[in-house]
């Protein structure tokens, strides 16, 4: 009825072939783990942005995630709108969506003290996550099949399914973007401006608070652009679904150097790759927990993480 | 000014959760909660009406609700009976609340539910001292009504038990599909995935097959590539897959993407439209499940269930759920017109001594641990249809 395997376990085959048979499923592991670590890293970057000019982490961020996927889900089901003007809708609503979050919870707190801000942060996590189940319910949604109909496509004998490309160049293509908005653009120089130094910036002549705003908006538009882009790939949504895609992203923010652009990148597709070949060897089980193990001994051992340097704190 | 709209948030947070709150308790039907028991007979209802698994609550309601119309035309001694329903959010502590709920406020004779047999296992201890029977629909572990050598003697279930689910599944696998090695999935958190899975294994293997790899999963996980790679790398003829729809559908369509052609194999716990949603129609074909019910019998019983059940929802084809949910109402309604009171001893009695009620879901008949014996179908998937395959029995 279906075809016999003719090596079922490669232990057993000669060496050539068990080696190629190795490699391919390694490589195919990498690919997974890069899939997911550019989602990771999407995410991450909000964080980053927003640590570094602000130094708030914003936990918030995994449910603006989240809020982007259903704006997506919703563009898609209700609206009949293709892939790309989804994406679009969804990162341009998120950014409004994150601007509102700064302008109501946390500008008035900018002069507060740090853990006041991290715990409004956490309230405001829970708000949305609940007021979303409030709102529709705590039931999952699946994102519809073949919205972007890509073939998979083998090389070596692996299968790399169209729509986890899609997923790289999607995240590769906003983050070159990025890179250009913060070093070549007058909002950019703004954000480093105020990221360096806020009253300096100020005396500058800066509009402080506009900038922060731009820069929870971009946070935010790449956390509604993860959103539809995990929905396309993984298909199921629901509230919920921002936590841990949010504390990875954390994580992955620490790994490269919280407040560095290019470290959250590279800590979200290092993380997505760990955790990949964590799986490989059979401890998937553990994979969450490897994670978190991740994020302890970069703070014992590299707190700055990987791209950081060590810089003594202001007094 | 900044306190203020500090304040404001918190308030308007207060609001939200007052709001939500408020909505629970007018869910659970309010006005007739105290004594006056003299007109209406009050079963609680513990479902997943909400949360991960909340297909199932809802079309166990759904059953539910067109059983008692049934049995309220003629009624049970001249008393009609009322469903109390509470919505435990797929979430065991809920399950807990809701069980305390519905017997000491709302003062109900018996429970239905939950759905799930973690959320059952839940309930048993307020059962158990409250001596209020409860009877869960659809939860098929084997330690629920029977665990340690020890009889839950308020615990019944409608279904039957997960280790007949894991021998039929491993019978299919080795005589039909002739599949000489093959893999099991888990989730890791589910008592219902662990328990099929090990019977599963053990007469698969007693049958001369070969399980080449054992992977495990978390319930909320997103991304099983990892895991399906390795299975891949065995190249297996057969995949168990005993776990909820909520994650199989994820793991079916990751596993067609990757190139996993194998026939993948599960039991009721797939049993959702949604699964077809979130897996894709191309992608089950191939797909088999053990079941409780098939709307494709052809036996009579069935076939008038399935037409009223029409009749009532819009055209709807009843599923698994809607049949258990259904048949848990007659079973109940059975025991409580055969102990002539509503008195919980009398009723747990009259449940235990079941023998021969003609259900939609077969023929029923408790054994000594509480556990129905009935017959199963094996369902495949064709195009994103359920088609029936055949019928096993005891």
Known sequence: MFPIPIFRDWEFIPISNGGSAFMEQLIQQLVNGISLGSIYALIALGYTMVYGIVKLINFAHGDVFMVGAFIGFYSITVFHLGFFPALLISMAACAIFGVLIERIAYKPLRNATRIAALITAIGVSLFIEYGTIYIRGAQPEAYPNGIVPLKSIEILGVKISGQSLLILAVSIFLMILLQFIVHKTKIGKAMRAVSHDQDAAKLMGINVNNTISATFAIGSALAGAAGVVFGMYYTKIEPLMGIIPGLKAFVAAVLGGIGILPGAMAGGLLLGVIEALVSAAGFSLWRDGVAFVVLILILIFRPAGLFGKNVREKV | ?394
């Open chain 2, 1 to 394: 000014m900044r306190k203020k709209k500090v304040a404001g948030i918190f308030a308007s947070l207060m609001l939200a959760a007052g709001v939500m709150a408020g909505c629970n308790s007018s869910t659970s039907g309010g006005g007739d909660k105290d004594g006056d028991k003299g007109g209406d007979i009050l079963i609680g209802a513990n479902l997943e009406l909400s949360g991960g698994v909340a297909s199932y609550g809802q079309s166990i309601k759904e059953g539910i609700d067109l059983a008692l119309e049934e049995i309220n035309k003629e009624g049970i001694d001249g008393k009609k009976l009322k469903l109390v329903p509470f919505d435990n959010k797929s979430d065991a502590p809920e399950a807990i609340n809701g069980a305390t709920k519905l017997i000491s406020q709302d003062k109900v004779v018996a429970i239905i539910g939950a759905a799930t047999s973690g959320n059952t296992k839940a309930q048993i201890e307020i059962a158990q001292s409250n001596k209020v029977p409860i009877l869960t629909p659809t939860g098929t572990a084997d330690d629920v009504t029977f665990k340690d050598g020890k009889l839950n003697d308020y615990v019944f279930r409608t279904c039957f038990i997960d280790p007949f689910q894991g021998t039929v599944a491993a019978n299919f696998a080795a005589k039909e599909l002739k599949a000489k090695t093959a893999a099991i999935f888990i989730d890791s958190a589910s008592d219902y995935s662990k328990g099929l899975a090990a019977s599963f294994k053990e007469l698969f293997t007693k049958e001369g097959g070969k399980i080449v790899k054992e992977e495990a999963y978390v319930a909320k996980d997103t991304d099983f590539n990892a895991q399906l790679t390795n299975i891949k790398g065995k190249n297996p003829d057969f995949i168990f897959i005993p776990g909820y729809y909520e994650e199989v559908g994820l793991i079916v369509k990751q596993a067609r993407e990757l190139g996993i052609a194998a026939p993948m194999m599960g039991a009721d716990g797939w049993d959702s439209p949604k699964l077809i949603e979130l897996a894709g129609k191309d992608a089950l074909n191939n797909t088999f499940i053990t079941n409780h019910y098939s709307s494709g019998d052809n036996d009579p019983k069935v076939q008038e269930f399935v037409k009223a059940f029409k009749a009532k929802y819009k055209d709807k084809s009843p599923d698994a759920f809607n049949a258990l949910g259904y048949d848990s109402a007659y079973f109940i309604a059975d025991a409580i017109k055969r102990a002539g009171s509503t008195d919980t001893e009398k009723i747990q009695k009259a449940l235990a001594e079941t023998d021969g009620l003609e259900l939609v879901t077969g023929k029923m008949k408790l054994d000594d641990k509480h556990n129905p014996i009935k017959s199963a179908v094996i369902l495949e998937y064709k195009n994103g249809e359920q088609s029936f395959k055949t019928k096993v029995n005891p």
